[in-house]
């Protein structure tokens, strides 16, 4: 199956013992910001990739694909209730869940900074130019660990749908950069296995934005990968966390 061959290619010998962990239990954390509120179960991964946006309270934050919602809680969590959260979802649907989330999960003392909206994150660029000072791009990817635990989405996955999510990752991290302050951090993140959707969208914005420099991230998880521009924290090494890529960016 093209799925496995595809991986197999790219990983290598690593590629058995991924593929294993990926199959596996995951390792969620519990976030509760106070006993009335609802819990909600994150991967440890997700949690560094947010935390690694480095929010301060005060700062301007545009959470770009934010739905369902958890990270926004982790940068709700973070701006303490000063300074303003956008969490933005295209999908009505998705926003929905976004939602209920941020209303359930957040005391109202941090949800009061929150505005939930549904632009497509590619006019961000246009019509929000260097209006944040963080912006996290959690970036809709192929989401490997789900289609193989989908038999229905494993059918339809292709090389070819990976190459078509990295041009769509590109135009909405080239918005990103545009609607970045100068001094501003942007982190570009997803949950994909290939570096197609990863280092090398990163490499075409360094290229087409020369104002954009690549940030070490310095405390990563236990186990996790530094690649060219950025961290890959996998399940095999990384005791079940993950997919999630993420790479830090600071502008100019
Ligand atoms: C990987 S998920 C985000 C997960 C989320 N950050 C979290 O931690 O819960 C990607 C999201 O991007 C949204 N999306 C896809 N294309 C988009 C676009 N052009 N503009 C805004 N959102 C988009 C999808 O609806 C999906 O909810």
Request: glycine share 8%.
């Amino acid at each position: 199956m093209e799925f496995f061959d595809y991986f197999s290619q790219l990983y290598g010998d690593r590629w058995p013992a991924l593929l294993e962990a990926l199959k596996g239990e995951g390792n969620a954390v519990r976030l509760q910001f106070g006993e009335s509120l609802e819990p909600y179960f994150l991967d440890e991964a997700s949690v560094f990739a947010a935390k690694s946006l480095a929010v301060e309270p005060g700062m301007d934050v545009l959470d770009m694909c934010a739905a369902p919602g958890g990270k926004s809680l982790v940068i709700a969590s973070m701006l303490q209730g000063e300074g303003s959260l956008q969490s933005n979802d295209r999908s009505p649907d998705r926003r929905l869940r976004l939602t209920h989330v941020l209303e359930n999960s957040l005391p109202a003392s941090w949800l009061g900074i929150v505005k939930v909206t549904g632009y497509d994150g590619v006019k961000f660029g246009l019509h929000k130019k260097e209006s944040y000072d963080r912006i996290l791009l959690d970036a809709p990817c192929s989401s490997d660990r789900h289609v193989l635990n989908s038999p229905a989405h494993l059918e339809v996955w292709s090389a070819k749908r990976v190459k078509r999510l990295s041009v769509e990752q590109g135009a909405l991290l080239a918005s990103a950069v545009d609607a970045l302050r100068p001094g501003g951090v942007l982190v570009y993140g997803t949950c994909a296995l290939s570096p197609l959707e990863n280092d090398k969208v990163v490499e075409k914005i360094l290229k087409k934005r020369p104002a954009m420099r690549v940030e070490p991230i310095e405390e990563i998880p236990p186990g996790a990968d530094r690649t060219e521009f950025g961290v890959h924290v996998l399940p095999d090494t990384s005791e079940g966390r993950g997919p999630i890529y993420c790479a830090k960016l600071t502008k100019f």
